[in-house]
């Protein structure tokens, strides 16, 4: 059926990770642009004729060849779509878009890690360097999920500022919140096992943990054949294997409880574009350790531990307090609950919309 937007989830996984979440979190504050969402699977609470499925084998998933998949048919398949749809503005949460069609489009760019962390001849590198330029350059806007991104995008490829809108994320204010439940003596890591994530650094400071106290840590996230087994001998290695626990993807209820039941968040992350899990613990109750340089401070405020991601000596010293100073760990939950107010799902909603709405209104 006709639309005025149509929403590109091409990407979106059915265990939500960062990036889907950000987009699923949307979709209630974009019912008023009249749109229709490309997914490749049924969207909960949504109807079905505002719905249109596209292949299930273009996601993360699949791994590299399923990026390459989802980025030919961006190229040779959406365009066709868009056309079919007769909306005026194709919206893709991601920074993926038909390129010298004269499609209009907005994109959304989280980060610009790659650029920063990984290999030179890395795929993703690659991708960020020869491939997402075109995509900024024949934007019609582009939203940025914090301050520290849309100054990379600035500094990488001289983006005009009044072509970026700096949008916050916001957590899921009915999922994560604060259950009373008694916390227990381990540290939580959340995330994917990427080098980026500095969980290696993590596990070397859990190492120099005081081992009467008995703590343990957990790593959360997708099992990684890259990078898992490597941390798993790192511990091993160390003398704390048995105490550090690797755990694959929870479901959203294993993971509230998870937050509300650990001493700590422990996110030194060496660069985010945002850093949602920041929130999603301060919403818990959760005291936060996380890396004092990209967009993390911009997230915490000072109701986190912000500690040199570098140094190993830091990560340690802020864990320690955290576990032998019940007072401090209270002092962030509160300063946490407060921080994490300033994050609405509905700001983050209608600022993408008023984005989304103007966009739409350049083209009529």
Known sequence: MPTDLLVNLAYCLPQPTGTTTYALNLLPYLTALQPCYLSPYPLADLPSHLQQPVPHDMTAARGLQGHLKRLWWTQTQLPQLFRQSQASLLFSPLPEAPLGQGIPYVVTVHDLIPLRCFRPWAPLRLYCRYYLPQILAQARHIICNSTATANDLMRFFQVPAQRLSAIPLAHDTNRFRWLNLEPQNYFLCLGRCAPYK???????????????????????????????????????????????????????????????????????????????????????????????????????????????????????????????????????????????????????????????????????
């Open 198 to 364: 500095n969980w290696g650094r993590v596990v070397a400071a859990f190492a120099q943990l005081p081992r009467h106290r008995n703590y343990e840590l957990w790593l959360v996230g997708p099992y990684d054949a890259r990078h898992t087994p490597r941390l798993q001998a790192q511990a091993q290695a160390l003398g704390v294997g048995h105490r550090v626990r690797v755990l694959n993807y929870l479901s959203e209820g294993e993971l509230v409880q998870a937050l509300n039941r650990a001493l700590a968040l422990v996110f030194p992350s060496l660069w985010e574009g945002f850093g949602l899990p920041i929130l999603e613990a301060m919403a818990c109750g959760t005291a936060v350790i996380t890396s004092n340089l990209a967009s993390m401070p911009e997230v915490a405020g000072e109701a986190a531990l912000l500690v040199d991601p570098y140094r190993v000596e830091a990560i340690a010293q802020a864990m320690e307090r955290i576990g032998s100073e019940p007072g401090l760990r209270s002092q962030l939950q509160r300063a946490g609950f407060e921080r994490a107010k300033h994050f609405s799902p509905q700001r983050t909603g209608e600022a993408t919309v008023a984005v989304l709405s103007q966009a739409m209104a350049q083209g009529s």
